[in-house]
Each structure stands twice: as structure tokens, then as C-alpha cells.
Nanobody, 124 residues
Framework: QVTLVESGGGKVQVGGSLRLSCVVSGYTDSVAAMAWFRQAPGKEREFVSGISYHGSYTDYAPSVKGRFIVSRDNAKYTAYLQMNSLKREDTTVYYC?????????????????WGKGTQVTGST
């Protein structure tokens, strides 16, 4: 069994920054590529960013490219999502996902392992 736990969510002002973390524990060999998704109320879950097992390949949704940076530290079994220049539409629940293949995909159907999510909220 493998567990993914996100952290780092919270309140942030428009234009601000936040860093999310996702720690993998348990049967860590079952998680190679990792990705971040988000889901706003009433909307489908959407791909945000993904990173290959060795970190050499990264992928971003057009809406976050140039503002968000995905990274990982395999020694700590942790993936990160650095979010900069946050917009109001970025404030929602973020989920970490992983699968056994080396490279991420943008389809959530390819991911078997998911965290429970962390909330990013806009502050006034």
C-alpha cells in the first residue's frame, strides 16, 4: 500500500506565492512519475503539472506555465509545487498523484495513487 499526503495549502493573496509538498510513504516503488491536479467546486479535476521520476522531464498546463514550478527530492520521497504570481482562479483544492511509469501524463485516469488534497484559499 502507498500513501500520498499533501501539505502547504493555506491562505494566499493574489499575486503571492505558496509551495505545496507531497510525501510518498509505504510501497514507494509503486510511485515513479508524479503529478499535481486541482479541482474547483462544480468542475472536473484538471491537470496542473507533472514530473518524471528522475526530474528531467516536466509538464505544465498552459494556465500555470511560467508561474508554477514542479520539482522533487527522491531521497525524501517528496514532490513540490512552487506556485508564484497566484491568481484568484488558482485558489482551489490541489491533489498529488503518482503512478509506476517514469513519465507523467495529463490524464487523471492513468494515476492509481492519490492524496486527499490540500486547500489553497484566496485572502482579501
Amino acid at each position: 500500500q502507498v500513501t500520498l499526503v499533501e501539505s502547504g495549502g493555506g491562505k494566499v493573496q493574489v499575486g503571492g506565492s505558496l509551495r505545496l509538498s507531497c510525501v510518498v510513504s509505504g510501497y514507494t516503488d509503486s510511485v515513479a512519475a508524479m503529478a499535481w491536479f486541482r479541482q474547483a467546486p462544480g468542475k472536473e479535476r484538471e491537470f496542473v503539472s507533472g514530473i518524471s521520476y528522475h526530474g528531467s522531464y516536466t509538464d505544465y498546463a498552459p494556465s500555470v506555465k511560467g508561474r508554477f514550478i514542479v520539482s522533487r527530492d527522491n531521497a525524501k520521497y517528496t514532490a513540490y509545487l512552487q506556485m508564484n504570481s497566484l491568481k484568484r482562479e488558482d485558489t482551489t483544492v490541489y491533489y498529488c498523484a503518482g503512478h509506476a511509469r517514469d513519465y507523467p501524463t495529463q490524464s487523471e485516469k492513468n494515476y492509481r495513487n492519490w492524496g486527499k488534497g490540500t486547500q489553497v484559499t484566496g485572502s482579501t
